[in-house]
């Protein structure tokens, strides 16, 4: 596709559920960040994948969250047993390569946690 | 202390005003980033920079590397400028910081 598509652009969910985003990355770039954004806050980093080194999972919350990408290209964010404070909207971005490249951003995936 | 600070935090402004962002960062990086976040939407990014100037249309980026400074520049601003802005900051391990957001309001 011409731009990072990510999908459900909007997840409901039950408290103890889990869920998967998904973000599918230009192609070629092979640097993919996820991001949080809880309403009215700023960006918050959650993982960060490099071609094929393993990734930096500093930002990640809790156990409950785990990312993982696909023959270096679709990554999937999965959140297990999920909590009121998961809501969120989760933003994927890709780029050619690692720092100094454009960042490119999906619409976000809107997680409401009932 | 956030390795990425913006200030103003909100910004409101007439149409027409002069606008400036301002963006300071407390480690080394390799370069930096201007985002902007219209309400409900996506973000796109306005500039990248590790050096100097850049100029697109009304918007104005510039860096200062020894200062750790940047400002982002609206000349004749307009009521659809209003967004979110955001600093980023590419580390030099590749990781990147982001700063809280400047709220920007421009009123006809």
């Known amino acids: 596709g011409a731009g990072v598509s990510q999908s459900p652009s909007n997840k409901v969910t039950e408290k103890g559920k889990d869920v998967e985003l998904r973000c599918d990355p230009i192609?070629?770039?092979?640097?993919l960040y996820w991001y949080r954004q809880s309403l009215g806050q700023g960006l918050e980093f959650l993982i960060y994948?490099?071609?094929?080194?393993?990734?930096?999972k500093s930002g990640l919350p809790s156990d409950r969250f785990s990312a993982e990408r696909t023959g270096g290209s679709v990554s999937t964010l999965t959140i297990q047993r999920t909590q009121q404070e998961d809501s969120a909207v989760y933003l994927c971005?890709?780029?050619?390569?690692?720092?100094?490249?454009?960042?490119?951003f999906g619409e976000g995936s809107r997680l409401t946690v009932l | 202390k956030n390795e990425v600070e913006q200030s103003p935090q909100n910004l409101t402004a007439q149409e027409g005003e002069f606008i400036t962002i301002n963006c300071s960062y407390s480690?080394?990086?390799?370069?930096l980033h201007w985002l902007q976040q219209h309400p409900g939407g996506g973000i796109v990014s306005l500039f990248m920079?590790?050096?100097g100037k850049k100029k697109h249309g009304r918007l104005i980026a510039t860096i200062n590397i020894q200062e750790k400074h940047s400002s982002l520049h609206i000349t004749a601003s307009h009521p659809r400028d209003s967004a979110v802005y955001i600093c980023?900051?590419?580390?030099?391990?590749?990781?990147?910081?982001f700063g809280a957001g400047t709220r920007l309001t421009v009123k006809p």
């Open positions: 971005a890709s780029r050619r390569q690692g720092a100094g490249g454009e960042l490119f």
């Open positions: 994948f490099q071609g094929n080194s393993a990734p930096d």
């Open positions: 920079l590790s050096s």
């Open positions: 192609s070629g770039h092979t640097a």
């Open positions: 980023a900051v590419d580390l030099n391990n590749n990781d990147m910081r």
């Open positions: 480690v080394g990086i390799s370069a």
